[in-house]
């Protein structure tokens, strides 16, 4: 079928013609949907003016029918290698997330975004009037379904009926998403039971790609990536995204709801919603310990929620790769839920030695995004060329022929395997738990190539925050062609902060409160490198023995010493025995004094500069302190 066609209807249940107009139901009972969700689809259908409306349930035989269509028109290929495992090339212009046209729009701007220091551009979220998002919304959304079918997916964040799990409705005319969606929340029909009188997040997406369609079709992915806009209205607890199908920009459940919308909500209702991982390590002695923890992208999260200990007697169990949801339980607990249901990772560079675990979570029922083909039905990209016959034909994520060894790249570097969290094999028994998991520490981390140890732990809550606030990682200025620099990922939460920055430590600051378990927080860096660039840590499975220092510390142990930015760990207090290379303990702790004094100069210049009157004092104060300690070395 070309892409100009009208999509024929699926078979066609009930026409609804009171409040729907002439706009088929394709799919499930209108009637049956919360009042509140009728009103919305039908105020969203006036609007997009899809060709129909289809309601999903999230069934297996619902998938299957998608799936099907996606086949014969080529947005997926079958990759006959795996159990129902699917391979889409998008357009090639539609590959990422798109922050510069990432926007929140409330009515005071500085609910938004801090008070930046004047001629500075902020990097804490961008904020556009409600008077110009809505010149934005109205020049886009008006008939852009036409000829499309708008497909209703309800779903939960967090198991569907948990206290901590919230409600969802995503309206798209990419039947891509729904499929994707399908893995990466609870897409059921049964959310409408929990949702009473609650609120549910209103998700509005469109490929804005109305037929007949205005802009060539490149590899059925249709798309608008010129008139991009994705938009949140924290206050009406709305998503509206236009002209991307791809990852964050179109699963909104991610990191549009679940990160910058669930923040505001956390604020409200006293909670947080946090860019981390859950894992629990047991030890030898069995007493197991349950770990959030926070990385900027590209630092090997989703690996070290699955890490495979190297460390004997140890056992990692995950309960999520990417967000965690966290409250204080009455008796002063902070429990903490995964609220997706699926891994959104990237690929390159997943193989048998970086994460065998999420290597074996992915080989069925799992869609693959600009990866590249072999011609036996398999998938490759860059960090698989030992794990594939050296001379196999492979078909790039571009459709071009190609073979290790040849010159650039096979799969893009952003390219994503979407797979059920549940096919992990150590996912954790509780990972569905509707109390969630207890958390004891929480860990911040970066890609720091000098300076920073292996790991420290903070002096205080207020002190951890301070170091939260701090975070910077390494990344590469690809567009800039600058090649590395170290960049501020305040949190990890840079570009998925929902409201001020400064407010939102404030938040942190305020969560700490008598009778709480406050849980430990500390900071870990496995990028440190000698002078001649060698990474001084080992990384990936080693990484236990980091983890076993802070478990050990959760549990109270005398086993640290103190710096002038936290407490280190006491020589010989990290497992070393067992370790391939020997591991210089001195360079690897190392607190350089011109380093940590010019680092902590930039990291005041950088809360000044990017939250100015919003930073809370306390922090700044911190700061102070650490320099003044410096001084005195
Ligand atoms: C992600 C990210 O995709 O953090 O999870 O960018
Ligand atoms: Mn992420």
Redesign the pocket.
Known sequence: MSDNEEEPFMEVHEIVTQKLGHIPVAKGDFKKLPSKVQKWVIHSVNICQPRAIYICDGSKPEADEVTHKLLERGTLTKLTKYEECYLCRTDPSDVA?VESKTWITTPEKYDTVPHVREGVKGILGQWMSPHDMKKEIDERFPGCMKGRTMYVIPFSMGPIGSPLSKIGVQLTDSNYVLLCMRIMTRVSPRVFEFMGDHDFVKCLHSVGCPRPVERKVINHWPCNPDNVIIAHFPEERKVKSYGSGY??NSLLG??CFALRIASVIARDEGWMAE?MLIMSVTDPNGKETFIAAAFP?ACGKTNLAMIQPTLPGYKVQCVGD?IAWMRFNSKGQLRGINPENGF?G?APGTNFKTNPNAMRSFQKNSIFTNVAETADGGYFWEGLEDEIDKNMSITTWLNQEWRIGKAGTAAHPNARFTCPASQCPIMHPKWEDPEGVPISALIFGGRRPTGVPLVLESFSWEHGVMIGACVKSESTAAAEHKGKKIMHDPMAMR?FMGYNFGKYLDHWLSLKKDGRQMPKIFHVNWFRVDEHGKFLWPGFGENIRVLDWIIQRCQGKDIAVKSPIGYLPKKGSIKMEGLKDPVNWDELFSLPKHYWLDDTHESTRFLEDQVGCDVPEVIMKLLKEQEESFKKM
């Open positions: 997330r990852g964050g991610k990191k860019h992208s990417d959104f990237v570009p």
